[in-house]
DNA sequence: CCTACCGATCGGTAGG
DNA sequence: CCTACCGATCGGTAGG
């Protein structure tokens, strides 16, 4: 019973934390800022978190967990190379660009604030998700529908899709799935 | 004269800030630190400049100057479009990677630490450089040589090339010139 | 989870 | 460009 709450009260406070790590960076939010956000005293924090960093790293731990997730739902029952690359494109646009966000776009953006040792238990993490990914697009290459050199691809990939937080505005005339489709069509071979 | 001295003293400090806000973040790095580094106490930074968040600007405009005179040094005398894409390719790859490296990484990821004035200012230089790169496009896209969207390509392609900071090392096996062709390639119709 | 607090450090300034 | 310094703020802790 206690633990739940406990798990609440956390969760509010990563919440919380995403937002302000993304809109003002993670070094220029204080313990204070964030305190304030949940509606506690800025020393409780450190009831719920050994430290300021710890936060930032449940912050991307949840990141890279959500849109892993929005992924392997996507992929569920579904096989066709085709539709299974273009369910990766959308999840990934749409947990990066909706759901996971702020989480997100701090994985993003805040690398170097982490330590060396909370890295590497990110990028295993992260590591997860790019093989999913792997698996979709060497399928695809077997099939023909993509160029065979699928790590490059792979990369080039990751790279526009995260760019679209740079640009892409949801009140535009372009929809998520507009967009995912739009980035298949440039994907697909021929 | 003294001008002259003056501009020395401020470049020093500008390649100097490069370094430190790349590998610690604009935050994280002290006025103290910058000042130790070109050998100098910390109060004398603001004879040079005239406070921390004028130093993060002066390092992007002069990121996004420099790569847009690689840019444009590499386009002289091309009249090819595919050759002026190519070109445009490694040269930005060549600025991202190399000789500007860490201006440039400083302007990918401290644009949240920058004001909305300064945000402005820095803005208005990238939109010459992305004139450039739609010019080019525009022109392959005529030739039939890339997919007619080209605002959209850019994009896509400006992600790509971005991105590679995360996961380029230049002692690896490819060059990046390599790079910059299989780039092509994928960009590149049929 | 709050109260009360601390040592350290920060960006910046005055006066030379 | 240096010296000497300040007010503000920061992450974190002890004790309840």
Do not use: C
């Not at 697009?137 to 990369?155: M, N, Y």
């Not at 740079?166 to 980035?183: K, L, N």
């Amino acid at each position: 019973m206690q633990n739940t709450l406990d798990k609440t009260r956390r969760d509010e406070l990563i919440d919380a934390a995403s937002h302000l790590f993304r809109s003002q960076g993670y070094e220029r939010t204080t313990v204070r800022d964030l305190a304030q956000a949940v509606g506690m005293q800025s020393g409780s924090l450190f009831y719920h978190f050994k430290n300021k960093a710890e936060i930032l790293e449940a912050v991307m731990a949840k990141g890279v967990a959500d849109i892993t997730a929005v992924a392997e739902f996507a992929l569920e029952g579904v096989t066709e190379p085709k539709e299974k690359l273009r369910r990766l494109v959308t999840g990934h646009l749409t947990a990066l660009l909706g759901s996971s966000q702020h989480a997100l776009e701090v994985l993003l953006y805040e690398w170097h604030s982490l330590s060396t040792e909370a890295r590497d238990r990110i990028v295993q993490l992260r590591d997860r998700y790019e093989t999913l990914w792997q698996q979709v697009l060497d399928e695809a290459a077997t099939a023909g529908l993509v160029h065979p050199d699928t790590t490059f691809l792979r990369k080039m990939i990751f790279g526009s899709l995260n760019w679209t937080v740079q640009w892409y505005r949801p009140d535009g005339s372009m929809s998520i799935e507009e967009m995912g489709d739009r980035m298949l069509n440039l994907i697909l071979r021929g």
